[in-house]
């Protein structure tokens, strides 16, 4: 569902659904985070309960450190839950009650809210994400790195059936 294995200090392979797989170029954070940029985010940086539910379920595997999302919400959007729904200053995005195994999922707060300068909500491509739809906003703080999808025709990994 989620989550990058770290590969040196410079790249990152993402397993998960949650963004296109592949490899991704890794910066520091950057000052200015906009809408599109892509994050890394420490999952020991999120609230204990959230990282139960990543491991304890199942969505990664226990040796995985960091998500990667898209940032969807950044300074002065205005947000609301509406029904099935996430409203980030106009766009909509599904929220899910149940994940795919029928467990429940967290519910954010029913009030709306404006995010912060520092504050940003982060969002993978799939519907059925563990992302801000379920575990709320993310700190400028939390951030680690800034990622960029590299073209994987740099990239060859090789397999057991390409040394045959």
Same mark, same amino acid.
């Given at each position: 569902?989620? =989550?990058? #294995? +770290?590969?040196?200090?410079?790249?990152?392979?993402? #397993? %998960?659904? %949650?963004?296109?797989? =592949?490899?991704?170029?890794?910066?520091?954070?950057?000052? @200015?985070?906009?809408?599109?940029?892509?994050?890394?985010?420490?999952?020991? /940086?999120?609230?204990?309960?959230?990282? @139960?539910? #990543?491991?304890? &379920? =199942?969505?990664?595997?226990?040796?995985?450190?960091?998500?990667?999302?898209?940032?969807?919400?950044?300074? $002065?959007?205005?947000?609301? +839950? !509406?029904?099935?729904?996430?409203?980030?200053?106009?766009?909509?995005?599904?929220?899910? *009650?149940?994940?795919? +195994? !029928? /467990?429940? +999922?967290?519910?954010? $707060?029913?009030?709306?809210?404006?995010?912060?300068?520092?504050?940003?909500? *982060?969002?993978?491509?799939?519907? @059925?994400?563990?992302?801000? /739809?379920?575990?709320? !906003?993310?700190?400028?703080?939390?951030?680690?790195?800034?990622?960029?999808?590299?073209?994987? !025709?740099?990239?060859? #990994?090789? *397999? $057991?059936?390409?040394? &045959?």
């Amino acid at each position: 569902m989620l =989550g990058v #294995i +770290l590969l040196s200090r410079f790249f990152t392979y993402n #397993i %998960s659904d %949650s963004i296109p797989k =592949g490899f991704y170029f890794l910066s520091p954070k950057a000052q @200015n985070i906009e809408k599109e940029d892509i994050v890394v985010i420490p999952i020991d /940086r999120l609230d204990k309960e959230i990282q @139960n539910i #990543i491991f304890e &379920r =199942g969505y990664l595997p226990r040796f995985t450190k960091y998500l990667i999302k898209e940032v969807k919400g950044t300074y $002065n959007d205005d947000v609301y +839950l !509406k029904a099935d729904e996430l409203h980030i200053s106009g766009e909509q995005f599904k929220v899910q *009650t149940y994940d795919t +195994l !029928k /467990r429940p +999922l967290p519910v954010l $707060n029913n009030d709306d809210f404006t995010l912060k300068e520092d504050e940003f909500l *982060t969002l993978g491509v799939k519907e @059925n994400s563990f992302d801000s /739809r379920y575990f709320g !906003k993310i700190k400028k703080d939390q951030i680690k790195y800034m990622a960029k999808k590299v073209n994987n !025709k740099y990239f060859k #990994i090789k *397999t $057991n059936k390409d040394s &045959r």
